[in-house]
């Protein structure tokens, strides 16, 4: 079965610095996606960005930007420049390309950005 | 485009009333997720539905719980004689296909169920 770690429940980072937030998952599959969610205090899920497996190129979306590493089923999430919106709980999440498509979710990073 | 709907945003119950829960998907899409949020914790599978068809229940507890998305009108996730345990945030989510060209699904903002 999959599994989605995130071991760090809670960080910190200073206005305008960089952070990044880890992710570690186990499958035996070899195509399937990762993304990275953000739930802020409303407890909407939005998505902040994903990667496809078979893309080695890691993904990024203006100040986000991930650090996919297959062999280390390592998908961690960089944040540039961090604003304090950005300060919210962080799910990383993977889904197979087989079977029913659910997401599995990590436990989740609190991250707050200090101003 | 409107975007998955949940309602109601907050239901309170007492033990051993039943909790409805109502989740309208993205106009078009044909797959709904139900995943369930306990406090401090992340979000956890439930059950996968298409139009009039259950694909995947193996995150529902066996017993209680049940889920339908007819072929007409929302999704309903149904919890009977709820106990406080089930107090958690329930989310929906949706996409177009279950495929991988439509893996991402979208979520609605989730209802809190509390019971008292």
């Known amino acids: 079965a999959q599994t989605v770690t995130q071991s760090q429940p809670e960080m910190s980072v200073q206005e305008a610095e960089t952070v990044t937030l880890s992710c570690t998952y186990d499958?035996?599959?070899?195509?399937?996606?990762l993304f990275w969610y953000k739930q802020p205090p409303s407890r909407q899920m939005i998505l902040v960005i994903r990667?496809?497996?078979?893309?080695?190129q890691n993904a990024t979306e203006n100040r986000f930007s991930v650090n996919f590493q297959k062999a280390a089923k390592s998908f961690s999430l960089k944040i540039s420049d961090s604003q304090l919106g950005d300060t919210a709980m962080y799910f990383c999440?993977?889904?197979?390309?087989?079977?029913?498509?659910?997401?599995?979710f990590g436990t989740g990073t609190r991250l707050k950005v200090l101003a | 485009n409107a975007g998955v709907m949940q309602n109601p945003r907050h239901l309170v119950r007492r033990r051993g009333q039943e909790a409805r829960l109502r989740c309208s998907p993205v106009k078009g899409h044909s797959h709904v997720y139900w995943y369930r949020q306990l406090p401090e914790e992340g979000l956890k599978f439930m059950v996968y539905l298409q139009k009039e068809n259950i694909i995947d229940e193996s995150g529902m507890p066996k017993e209680r719980f049940s889920a339908e998305f007819p072929k007409e009108g929302p999704s309903i996730l149904r919890i009977q004689q709820v106990v406080r345990g089930d107090s958690a945030a329930y989310f929906c989510?949706?996409?177009?296909?279950?495929?991988?060209?439509?893996?991402?699904?979208?979520f609605g903002p989730g209802t809190r169920l509390t019971v008292t």
């Open positions: 989510a949706s996409s177009p296909q279950g495929g991988p060209s439509g893996h991402e699904q979208y």
């Open positions: 999440a993977f889904m197979q390309y087989s079977g029913t498509y659910k997401y599995i």
């Open positions: 499958t035996s599959e070899s195509n399937y996606y």
């Open positions: 990667q496809e497996a078979y893309k080695q």
